[in-house]
């Protein structure tokens, strides 16, 4: 029931003298009953402390921009879903070589397409084989220098292990791509490029839709190329096993992604609202257009860095009796602590924080099911640092 006392806050009614007594008394009636239903069953109106009730309202207007574009996005989803014809029989699995499977491979890929606007998608649980890898947006997340070979993984099977190379593309100045050094970076080796949309554990800004779109342009082969390497030449994309029932999570996930993905967003500018109001760096800034969902905060100490995470961790509805603890985690060069109590463990897109305990000692929030967990928990932050 917090839900209507928080869209009420978040969305305040806008008043108007020319709708007369009626509309007046209409909604003093619609109001007073959402009042009453909500202090029937909380007691109170207000869910949030202060601080986050405050940025609640400040947020209005970039709470609202965010509900359109999810409407906007819905709206391209439902008709790319329509012009796929997706019905209940692409959900179903196959096996082997998948030559009977019902069309819902051919229909995933013509929804995606449509929906990035791509001259053609190719998506499935497999993988593909490379002989290079090109990193055009700087280096990659911590986790992935063992899978590249940048750490020495101990002859434990990284790319390099089976005689992939690597080269990297540092980014520019400004934080954004080297145009210059991307335009001459691709090499005839060169079969895969590693396009870094999110931060990661870097102090930088994450890249834009139109970055990387500029970057595919610039460094992309045609799709049946990749099609051939992911199978084999002359079997392309229309083979292939696809167990149990991912094709639906597939299809169910991209339908729901654009109003996870608000949520989040929401969880983001709330985050950084409140984060910058008590005086501690934030990247992104607040209110400032958001390109992916992460949301850092500088700590500067590793005693906050460690109440920040054990107070979202409190505020998780899995796990909220562990004690997060920092430590070595496989992937990771220096001591890292999660707080991520989720369903789906490791989920990115659930509510969760993490940091590596290294100076600045930045804390980084993302996902979010609910706009309205992350307020619950900033409240449960505040109270501890």
């Not at 834009?208 to 994309?237: F, T, Y």
Request: hydrophobic share 40%.
């Amino acid at each position: 029931m917090s839900v209507l006392s928080c869209a009420a806050s978040a969305y305040p009614a806008r008043r108007s003298s020319s709708r007369g007594a009626r509309a007046s008394s209409a909604n003093a009636c619609s109001s007073s009953r959402v009042s009453a239903y909500v202090d029937g069953h909380r007691g109170v109106d207000r869910p949030f402390v202060a601080e986050v009730s405050k940025a609640v309202d400040a947020l209005h207007s970039e709470f609202r921009a965010v509900d359109d574009l999810v409407a906007y996005n819905t709206t391209r989803l439902l008709n790319a879903f329509q012009n796929a014809r997706v019905g209940s029989h692409h959900f179903a699995g196959c096996t082997g070589y998948g030559h009977d499977e019902a069309g819902g491979r051919e229909a995933l890929d013509k929804a995606f397409a449509e929906i990035f606007g791509a001259e053609s998608a190719l998506v499935r649980a497999q993988t593909d084989i490379m002989y290079q890898l090109l990193a055009v947006a700087g280096a990659p997340y911590d986790t992935l220098e063992e899978v590249v070979g940048i750490r020495d993984s101990n002859g434990l099977g990284s790319l390099k292990d089976f005689g992939v190379s690597y080269r990297e593309v540092p980014l520019a100045l400004d934080g954004g791509l080297d145009w210059a050094e991307v335009g001459v970076a691709v090499r005839p080796q060169t079969k895969c490029a590693l396009i870094q949309r999110s931060c990661g554990y870097s102090w930088r800004k994450s890249l834009s839709v139109n970055e990387i779109g500029k970057a595919i342009k610039m460094i992309k082969k045609w799709v049946a190329a990749a099609a051939a390497r992911l199978s084999a030449p002359g079997l392309g994309v229309d083979c292939g096993s696809t167990p149990g029932d991912i094709m639906r999570t597939f299809f169910q996930g991209l339908f729901l992604s654009p109003q996870m993905v608000g949520e989040a967003i929401k969880g983001s500018f709330l985050i950084a609202e409140v984060m910058a109001s008590k005086g501690y760096k934030v990247q992104p800034l607040p209110r400032a257009p958001r390109n992916d969902t992460v949301q850092a905060v500088q700590l500067g100490s590793r005693e906050l860095l460690l109440a920040f995470c054990e107070a979202v961790q409190r505020s998780c509805p899995v796990g909220s009796f562990i004690k997060p603890v920092a430590g070595l985690s496989p992937g990771y060069a220096s001591e890292v602590i999660f707080a991520d109590g989720t369903f789906i463990d490791g989920s990115t897109s659930e509510l969760s924080c993490d940091g590596p305990l290294r100076e600045p000692f930045s804390v980084f929030c993302q996902g979010g099911t609910h706009w309205t967990h992350w307020g619950l928990a900033l409240g449960e932050v505040l109270k501890s640092i």
